[in-house]
């Protein structure tokens, strides 16, 4: 099944290899390099997941998925967080902001989309 997955990510060799995975697994990925325009893309291109940075400039993604999961039209997209963040407590955090799912860097591959198909709806 291919998706259309938003990938929000500022350092490009991060978004590079992610949306190499994602094109190499089948998915379509879209790109945004700050949570504003991160949030428009949501709001407008209709992902079927976003990949969501936490360290972003500006508005951080924790910012930003509160945003999304506070907005009618995106709310039931699902957001995996992708950070460097991976000390005892970060993913309590990262969900209670709302993140469906939680990928630490750097990005494994399995990892990264083990964790696309859990954090998708099923049934």
Known sequence: ???????IEDVPANM???A???QG???APMQATDALTGLEMARSGSPDLILMDI???GMDGLAATRLLKDDARTRNVPVVALTA???KGDEDRMR???CDGYVAKPIR????????DAALPHG
Request: net charge positive; no cysteine.
């Open 20 to 22: 190499s995975i994602l």
């Open 96 to 98: 209670a902001a709302g």
């Open 85 to 87: 963040y991976a000390m």
């Open 25 to 27: 697994a089948g998915h």
């Open 1 to 7: 099944m291919s998706l259309r997955i938003l990938i």
């Open 55 to 57: 360290q972003l400039p």
């Open 109 to 116: 591959y399995r990892e990264l989309l083990a964790a696309i």
């Open 16 to 18: 590079a290899l992610t």
